[in-house]
């Protein structure tokens, strides 16, 4: 089956610094990805859509220029946190789009 | 309102029990309805997949969409303790585009 990762699994930055994710279709290429937040105990929130090679399109009320996508390749993504915050604390999923959409193990990002 | 409306639950149940999990939606035109298994601190797995109205099944699951009533539901016959995870719905206008997930329940089945 199409597998999905993502790079780190759990971080942990300090306040102010700025953090990478990276999201990689291993046996598939995905001219779309998704990114996610996921807060506890609540949905999964669409973030953005990456199409390779063109600018992300970010949902409303998220700050393009805090979240970074970029969607070099067909086979990965990445989302960087920039000046991250406590408030940006949150688990973090992307999906790759090929027959259906297939979810990364996602992220937990710790902002202290 | 929320576009998509989930009972988060927690929800316990013993094996072998029938499970049901519901979500409404507020958009009509909402044409594509999945049913996603999430364990913790995981990534969604995609379980049933559903085209406009009807039922869909799937070894011991079954998924059911009425789209007059904008309800939607997912059923587990012999619910085992394995299937204790979090059931998100999820659905979109266009398939895999701009997908709408529910809050997600979270479902316990006690040995």
């Known amino acids: 089956g199409a597998v999905v990762s993502q790079h780190p699994s759990w971080v942990i930055c300090k306040s102010g610094t700025s953090v990478k994710i990276e999201c990689r279709s291993l046996?598939?290429?995905?001219?779309?990805m998704f990114w996610y937040r996921q807060f506890p105990k609540q949905s999964l929130m669409l973030m953005a859509t990456?199409?390779?090679?063109?600018?992300?399109?970010?949902e409303q009320g998220v700050e393009k220029d805090k979240f970074l996508i970029n969607h070099a390749s067909l086979t990965l993504s990445t989302l960087t946190v920039t000046s991250a915050h406590p408030e940006d604390s949150s688990f973090y999923i992307c999906?790759?789009?090929?027959?259906?959409?297939?979810f990364g193990p996602g992220t937990r990002l710790t902002v202290t | 309102q929320k576009e998509v409306e989930q009972d988060p639950g927690p929800l316990s149940v013993p094996e072998g029990a029938i499970v049901s999990l519901n979500c409404t939606y507020s958009?009509?035109?909402?044409?594509?309805f999945m049913w996603y298994r999430q364990y913790s601190r995981k990534g969604p797995e995609l379980l049933m997949y559903t085209y406009s109205s009807g039922n869909k099944e799937d070894g011991r699951f079954t998924a059911q969409v009425d789209k007059s009533s904008k309800y939607i539901s997912l059923f587990i016959r012999d619910s085992q303790p394995s299937d204790s995870a979090t059931y998100l719905c999820a659905m979109s206008e266009v398939s895999n585009i701009d997908m709408r997930f529910g809050a997600g329940t979270r479902l316990t089945v006690k040995p």
């Open positions: 046996d598939f290429q995905a001219t779309t």
């Open positions: 958009n009509s035109a909402f044409q594509y």
């Open positions: 990456s199409n390779e090679g063109s600018k992300a399109t970010y």
């Open positions: 999906s790759a789009s090929f027959s259906e959409q297939y």
